[in-house]
């Protein structure tokens, strides 16, 4: 299953045997039977989920008295507030944080035969009663229409507060809010301070739908104005102020004569036929600034189903549509969301699940569609499910409250068995997104990517995972600059994904109504200006970083620095970076994943000095990761380091995936870890034959390095094939690292490179001057008077200041080794 629900409050078995016990107590203090509810288990309901978790709940006794009860979500006790002595049904309930007031509102009891419970003339019934202890009942209203209710809950919890609010929400199309102050008379007891006039005041009103967000303390409700929808949020706060923070259009149809409610409370009474039949809207709010509007409208026919949803911090909305497989409703009331932080879950059961990444919604591959296979979509319950916040999940019929979270089992599973790159691709981003223990779910993607290199066509597994990964794990900690930081491989995506059809629209932005914002507010509002005054399909490019490297490699060569201080924290840096590359995590087998101590890596990675790396350091640990999963898998012995044997088939495995490694991270202008090249060179030169190697290395595949090339020169001895390898070799080093390389090879092709260079540098301000046209023949080993001639030209040379242009570091290199390294060369020439 992809999503899995982690029950956190079961009414049947958290509230059950409790109400039983009481019962069973009192009837044992009247002398009467022990039997409770068996009768009357069934009204047993919950009413109303409180911000700080606690759970409203209420059941009829034998006799139709109507019972109200808590379950306290911290200490799992249950309390008994208040019980009304009529037989009534109940609409909506709330009781304030300190638990001195309950507010509820009753209709008279559909039963037939049962005499009106009400007062003359009115259908609902809104009372608030002191319950600590139990004490007055006042009748806030009795009208004939229904009313729901809501105590505010303040961020201030430290200390009682001397006044409280609650809402009034009337299917009447308005909201009051109710000032209620409360004293304290005769010790503890709680009572209302003049309760004959309770301050109101109109909240919103003309609404045709409205959601109460619990954990965030805001009133969402869309009003019609010249038939068009207009979205508004209300926030408050614990100074008994609200402010109207935004108004957005929307580009749904709502019926005037309509009227639904989202989060307040049970939906009991509405008809659950009819809510097949009726739309379904809801919004979904996270920390990181996101507003989402999801929106189904009301279906005739289960042929197919569209649901949109308006991404309002993004600046743009999504319309789906989905052909049904069959036309078999699976008993459910039509679709639904959940809020998931990062995701929206659009569950249809029996039919489909698809997980919308609401982060980064532009490109469909990011988000997970999944149909047709009962055991994927078919695992949550089909009874009406409503989200609360927090990634809460309230069924109401069962009475559970639910904890929604990703399956990251789950999805990993899916991930090996899945053939669609588009499903991959999603799942990836899922799985880095759950952030439960990251460094097991990168060692199980990096087991799959081993196993499944070259399986995706649309994209490189290799660069995508390298980007998700260091995205979502630094992401919660920099969400104030996540717009800076790249978030896939893939910049366009223009595959259908199969089973559904997109249609993509730009929309307006919320109008802001406040000018000072804070928390949610002021990243919502980041969003929005970032959506607002950014260039159209703004997108991370590493353009910068590729200047800025080349800037850094420029000044090396040159030996000019812009500042010492800012070059000298990069390499600071660096060496942090490198520091925590020499050991990884080792990680326990089983059950229950625990970071342990710290062992060596099994890659034989080479700890060399390579400044242009060390330049610039980044995702490296990721690669070695990718490395040692690889060598684990492969089992390839340490004897690879050596250059006088034949590959394995481990070793091949090996060199393709560094070799992907290289082409992934190249494209990306990601750096490697040091050492990656010399092991690579190594493996290449083990694996290819010489015209592929020359190949690869003319190509910029590989990169001969100092110590690469240094092991391969005294590693192989001088046959002819050995020799036509190093000679290759040695004439495509850089100049620098040729020389140094030319005298580690005791050879006549050495020697002649070492003469050349020695020459040329010898040669390169030479100014010919008069000489006399005698030679000393005494000082001549041979009579070839073109050599000799030269070879005094050199020895003058050398001996007058220009010897200060002599070979670097070659102190024995001089006109004598010169002319030696000449004969030598002319009788391999002419076969002597």
């Known amino acids: 299953m992809a999503l899995r629900l982690v029950a956190d409050f079961d009414l049947r078995k958290d509230v059950l045997p409790w109400l039983r016990a009481q019962r069973t107590a009192a009837a044992g203090a009247r002398g009467g039977g022990a039997g409770i509810l068996e009768n009357n288990y069934e009204s047993l309901r919950v009413l109303n989920v409180e911000r700080n978790g606690n759970i409203i709940y209420t059941y009829k006794d034998d006799n139709g008295n109507v019972f109200f009860g808590l379950c306290d979500c911290r200490t799992r006790q249950n309390e008994h507030l208040y019980t009304f002595e009529k037989d009534l049904q109940v609409v909506s309930c709330s009781v304030n944080s300190e638990r001195t007031l309950l507010a509820a509102s009753l209709v008279q009891s559909t039963k037939e035969g049962r005499r009106n419970e009400l007062q003359p003339g009115s ?55 109710f000032h209620i102050q409360v004293i304290q008379e005769d010790g503890n007891r709680v009572v209302i301070k003049n309760s004959g006039h309770l301050p109101k005041e109109r909240v919103a009103e003309d609404f045709v739908w409205a959601q109460w967000d619990m954990s965030e303390q805001r009133l969402y409700y869309i009003d019609l104005k010249k038939s068009r929808s207009i979205l508004k949020c209300i926030q408050f706060y614990a100074e008994e102020n609200f402010n109207l923070m935004f108004e957005a259009p929307l580009d749904i149809s709502l019926n005037d004569s309509g009227f639904n409610l989202v989060s307040f409370g049970c939906a009991d009474l509405q008809n659950q036929e009819k809510l097949s039949k009726h739309l379904t809207l809801c919004v979904f709010t996270n920390h990181t600034g996101s507003l989402c509007v999801c929106y189904s409208p009301k279906f005739d026919s289960w042929e197919q189903i569209t649901y949109s949803v308006f991404y309002f911090h993004k600046g743009h909305s999504k319309t789906f549509t989905v052909a049904l497989e069959s036309a078999d409703s699976y008993g459910t009331k039509g679709i639904t969301f959940l809020n998931l932080d990062y995701y929206v879950a659009v569950y249809l059961p029996g039919h489909f699940l698809h997980l919308l990444n609401i982060q980064h919604p532009d490109l469909i591959c990011h988000s997970l569609f999944l149909s047709g296979n009962t055991e994927v979509v078919d695992m949550l319950p089909h009874s009406p499910l409503q989200s609360l916040s927090g990634s809460l999940v309230l069924d109401w019929c069962s009475g559970k409250l639910y904890r929604a979270l990703l399956n990251q089992s789950y999805l990993l599973q899916f991930l090996w068995n899945t053939r669609l790159d588009c499903e991959k691709m999603a799942v990836l981003h899922c799985v880095l997104s759950c952030g439960r223990d990251s460094r097991f779910l990168e060692a199980k993607i990096i087991q799959w990517i081993s196993e499944n290199i070259s399986s995706c066509h649309s994209f490189d597994l290799i660069q995508e995972f390298i980007i998700a990964s260091s995205y979502w794990s630094i992401y919660p900690e920099t969400s104030n600059i996540d717009k800076l930081l790249p978030y896939s491989s893939v910049l366009t995506w223009n595959t259908e994904i199969p089973g559904i059809t997109l249609v993509t629209e730009e929309i307006a932005l919320p109008l802001m109504k406040v000018h000072s914002f804070k928390g949610y507010w002021e990243k919502l509002n980041s969003n929005l200006e970032y959506v607002k005054y950014s260039e159209p399909h703004l997108l991370y490019n590493n353009s910068v970083v590729r200047r800025e490297w080349h800037n850094l490699i420029s000044e090396e060569k040159t030996g000019e620095r812009r500042s010492v201080v800012y070059v000298r924290s990069i390499l600071d840096n660096a060496v942090k970076v490198i520091s925590n590359l020499e050991a990884r995590r080792l990680v326990k087998k089983g059950p229950v994943m625990k970071p342990l101590d710290f062992e060596p890596r099994l890659t034989p990675l080479f700890q060399e000095e390579d400044n242009h790396q060390r330049l610039l350091m980044g995702l490296l640990d990721l690669i070695c990761q990718i490395l040692e999963t690889s060598w684990t898998k492969h089992n390839v012995h340490p004897c690879i380091l050596h250059f006088n044997r034949r590959a394995s088939a481990a070793e091949f495995a090996v060199f393709h995936i560094m070799t992907r490694i290289l082409e992934a991270t190249n494209s990306l202008f990601l750096p490697l870890p040091p050492g990656f090249h010399t092991l690579h060179t190594i493996l290449g030169v083990h694996c290819l034959p010489l015209h592929n190697l020359l190949h690869y290395i003319d190509n910029g595949v590989l990169l001969l390095t100092e110590t690469a090339v240094t092991r391969l020169m005294k590693d192989l001895d001088n046959t002819e094939k050995n020799e036509k390898l190093k000679f290759s070799i040695i004439v495509r080093l850089p100049p620098l690292i040729g020389q140094k390389i030319c005298r580690l090879w005791d050879h006549p092709m050495s020697s002649n490179i070492i003469s050349r260079n020695h020459v040329k540098r010898l040669l390169q301000n030479y100014k010919k001057q008069p000489r006399s046209s005698v030679i000393d023949k005494s000082s001549c080993s041979v009579e070839f008077l073109p050599l000799n001639y030269f070879i005094e030209i050199l020895t003058d040379i050398e001996s007058s200041s220009q010897a200060l242009y002599a070979f670097e570091g070659h102190d024995n290199v001089d006109a004598k080794f010169v002319e030696e390294a000449a004969l030598k060369h002319t009788t391999m020439l002419l076969g002597l």
Request: charged content about 20%.
């Open 123 to 177: 259908k609902c019934l809104t009372l608030l009663v002191e319950i600590h202890p139990v004490n007055n009942v006042k009748v806030l209203k009795a009208v004939d229409s229904y009313i729901w209710v809501q105590f505010l809950y303040p961020h201030v919890e430290s200390h009682p507060l001397p006044e409280n609010h609650l809402l009034l929400i009337s299917e009447e199309k308005y909201i009051e809010q």
